[in-house]
């Protein structure tokens, strides 16, 4: 995806402001805290808890 390491490292998750990182199939950003992945709509990330999808387990 069109996300930049720059962009990785200052975003956080919304919801416990945990470290996130890029899902392997590039559709979401993950956090392995709290177990959510934020979707990447036409290259932009939405940070929004309501909008996040529940993932099991990590996704590295």
Do not use: F
């Not at 036409?42 to 909008?51: N, R, S």
């Amino acid at each position: 995806m069109g996300i930049s390491e720059e962009l990785l490292d200052i975003l956080a998750c919304p919801k416990c402001k945990g470290e996130i990182h890029l899902h392997q199939g590039g559709e979401g950003l993950v956090c392995n805290s709290c177990l959510l992945m934020y979707p990447i709509r036409e290259e932009i990330p939405v940070m929004l808890i309501d909008e996040a999808i529940k993932v099991e387990g990590s996704s590295e």
